[in-house]
């Protein structure tokens, strides 16, 4: 299942950094984060509970870039 | 401009104008500091504490931390050596205003793009009580009744149940020419009716409307990325932390070895050289550069009618040395006409046409349709006893005289001799009462553009073009020849052509496939880049192409790959433009003969040159 989210980050090297903190997330497949369109998307792992997973990827991306922010 | 861009301009200017005032302050050197430290909080105060931040969650090389390192640095060089806290201060205060022009430039792209393919429809009119009530289109259900006034875009997709106008569809297909609709026309949503008031019965949900349907698309374009781009993020990983290090070494190596030697060790010079690597080691201008490049060429195309669903489609399509057509609905009209009419000695050409219209006057075949349009003099109900020979005509009676028409086969079996001629697509033999009439040549016409866009190609680095049809042989031939194809292959079934394109991809480095989505989805998803024509309407072929053109074109190939084309040469002049003046400015401040200054334009003036030579792309109108 794959899924977007509308994004807030400042700076493209920002980005890049949400999307791998993103991508290293548990039950996430893979990530793709586009500074230009500011939208994230995500592929989830075969059975995984998209809302749970979504906290901990905001939670690790708030880790990698303090003011980046995704809007669930 | 923001209110995030303004409290910062704000700062930008407060700070600048405290830095003029301290010029003509001269006191003692912890005082000077001090004063100097106002100006520099001021615009810099963020950068700290995100710095900071930084540090706590282990992720210390950041651009923030490195302004911090550099800036800080700079104070200390100026508290033990100099007595200059200027370059601190300025370091800290370009760099804030580089980031804001980017970010201002980065929102104006942004914004241009996102006009380019706004065609989201904010409203539907609904009649109530003979008054028009605006509601949003998510609430109208499929089969409602909608009315699209002059001027108003289309909201959702349906057919005209009553009122004339012209649709302008540039928004979808970049066609300029209005599209007249009346009654009884299906009307595809993000178009905008001119001229008069149309009546609308809804279709679909707004959700499954061509206009969501293309939204989403673009809106997920920028989630497939391109080499470049995959390139760019991972040097950004590795060049950040490779010139801290570097940074690093420099600050201390060189005046230690000095030092050993027995030479003054001129620690803060080497410090001084060490914290303008730092400044430098900002990849923005290529981590913006190249991604904003083809976020532009994905907007400029969709202007041009063209849908890219991902940069890298953009990348392949630069390559593209391998053309397969899908011949009918893509090199032709896909519509069948009357080419050549032949009667026999002592018939004349209405007589056999008439004859032949009568027999295929009930038929939905392509070819009746053709023969029916050639012939208005027809009277239906003097037609009976309608007969179809599956694969080889009909026969009828037409007031009471025994008609057929057909292929060879048909004549054959009738025991009536018939000419034999050799044309390209389809032969129809008419008989009246035993007595042969002459025949029909039916086949497809070429559209206008085949032939040129098949030129063009060649012109644009295509060495090998292919059609692929389900059609037999001759028609097959016929057209290859007229457009100058190199190969053709008929006779196939879809799961022939998908089979055969695979081959082409073993052979050749990048194959494009282009079809109008009809039949051809396996083909369209094998090729290495898919290219649907026409579809407008069509989920199938817009779900499984790589590329969409929004009409029928076949010169909207050539401007896509040339589009690929300037887009990945921007994309080259940005690699090169700033790995090299960045590279540069390395070499200059490791040797002593760069400044902060240099470095800051290293940094921010090459990042807005990137910037503005990515927009470029925007720009595909003369292409």
Redesign the interface.
């Known amino acids: 299942m794959k899924k977007?989210y509308k994004i807030e980050v400042?700076?493209?090297?920002?980005a890049?950094?949400m999307?791998r903190a993103a991508a290293a997330t548990e039950g996430v497949l893979s990530a793709?984060v586009?500074?230009?369109?500011?939208?994230m998307?995500v592929e989830f792992a075969e059975g995984a509970d998209e809302k749970s997973v979504m906290a901990q990827v905001a939670k690790n991306c708030k880790?990698?870039?303090?003011?980046g922010e995704i809007i669930l | 401009m923001t209110k995030k861009h303004k409290k910062i301009l704000v700062r930008i200017i407060a700070a600048a104008l405290m830095m003029v005032v301290l010029a003509f302050v001269d006191t003692h050197l912890w005082l000077r500091f001090a004063l100097y430290l106002l100006p520099y909080l001021t615009v810099g105060y963020d950068i700290l504490i995100?710095a900071a931040?930084?540090i706590y969650?282990r992720?210390p090389t950041?651009?923030c931390f490195l302004m911090a390192v550099a800036t800080v640095g700079a104070f200390a060089v100026g508290l033990m050596q100099s007595g200059d806290f200027n370059e601190a201060v300025f370091v800290m205060l370009f760099y804030q205003t580089g980031?804001l022009f980017?970010?201002l430039a980065?929102n104006k792209?942004?914004r241009s793009?996102g006009a380019l393919v706004d065609i989201r429809p904010d409203y539907a009119n609904i009649e109530c009580d003979g008054k028009l009530e605006r509601v949003d289109p998510y609430d109208v259900p499929a089969g409602s009744e909608i009315v699209v006034q002059p001027g108003e875009k289309i909201p959702i997709d349906g057919t005209v149940i009553s009122g004339i106008s012209a649709l302008d569809t540039s928004a979808l297909t970049g066609e300029s020419l209005p599209r007249d609709v009346q009654t009884g026309d299906s009307v595809t949503s993000g178009c905008i009716s001119l001229t008069g008031v149309l009546h609308v019965r809804t279709e679909r949900e707004f959700c499954d409307s061509t206009v969501s349907r293309i939204l989403e698309l673009a809106?997920?374009?920028?989630?497939?990325?391109s080499n470049p781009e995959r390139f760019v993020?991972k040097f950004?990983?590795i060049y950040t932390p490779a010139v801290c290090i570097g940074a690093l070494a420099l600050a201390v190596l060189p005046p230690a070895v000095r030092a050993v030697m027995g030479m003054d060790g001129l620690w803060l010079d080497w410090l001084y050289r060490a914290l303008t690597f730092l400044v430098i080691s900002?990849?923005?201008a290529l981590?913006?550069g190249i991604?904003?490049t083809f976020?532009a060429g994905i907007g400029g195309s969709s202007r041009a009618g063209i849908l890219v669903k991902g940069s890298s489609y953009l990348e392949l399509l630069s390559r593209a040395r391998c053309v397969a057509f899908d011949k009918t609905g893509t090199l032709t009209r896909g519509e069948f006409s009357v080419q050549g009419v032949f009667p026999a000695e002592g018939v004349s050409r209405e007589e056999l046409l008439q004859a032949a219209a009568a027999c295929e006057c009930s038929s939905s075949h392509p070819i009746a349709k053709a023969l029916i349009k050639a012939c208005d003099t027809v009277d239906r109900r003097l037609v009976t006893d309608i007969e179809e020979l599956g694969g080889m005509g009909i026969t009828a009676l037409y007031n009471g005289v025994r008609l057929a028409s057909g292929n060879a086969k048909l004549m054959a079996r009738l025991g009536i001799s018939a000419d034999n001629a050799d044309l390209p697509g389809a032969l129809v033999h008419v008989a009246r009462d035993r007595a042969y009439l002459g025949y029909i040549a039916v086949s497809d016409t070429l559209k206008d553009t085949a032939a040129p866009a098949v030129q063009a190609l060649k012109k644009v680095g295509v060495t090998r073009t292919v059609m692929l049809t389900g059609d037999r042989g001759q028609a097959a031939q016929a057209v290859a020849e007229a457009l100058m194809i190199d190969e053709v292959h008929h006779s196939l079934l879809p799961e022939d052509k998908a089979r055969l394109v695979s081959d082409l991809k073993s052979a050749n480095n990048t194959v494009l496939f282009a079809g109008d989505g009809i039949n051809d989805a396996p083909v369209l998803a094998t090729a290495h880049i898919g290219i649907a024509m026409g579809a407008l309407g069509s989920d199938a072929a817009i779900e499984a192409a790589d590329v969409v053109i929004m009409d029928d074109d076949p010169l909207k190939i050539v401007k896509a790959v040339r589009i690929s084309k300037k887009v990945m040469n921007i994309v080259r002049q940005n690699i090169v433009f700033a790995l090299g003046i960045k590279g540069g400015c390395l070499a200059l401040s490791a040797l002593g003969l760069a400044g902060m200054p240099l470095a800051v334009f290293a940094d921010v003036g090459v990042m807005v040159i990137a910037v503005l030579n990515a927009l470029r792309a925007l720009n595909v109108n003369r292409i």
């Open positions: 977007s400042d700076c493209p090297n920002c890049n950094k999307e793709s586009s500074f230009m369109t500011l939208r998307t880790k990698a870039v303090s003011d | 995100k931040k930084g969650n992720q950041d651009e980031e980017q970010s980065v792209s942004r793009i809106e997920s374009a920028a989630a497939v990325k993020a950004a990983r900002c990849p923005c981590v913006i991604p904003l976020f």
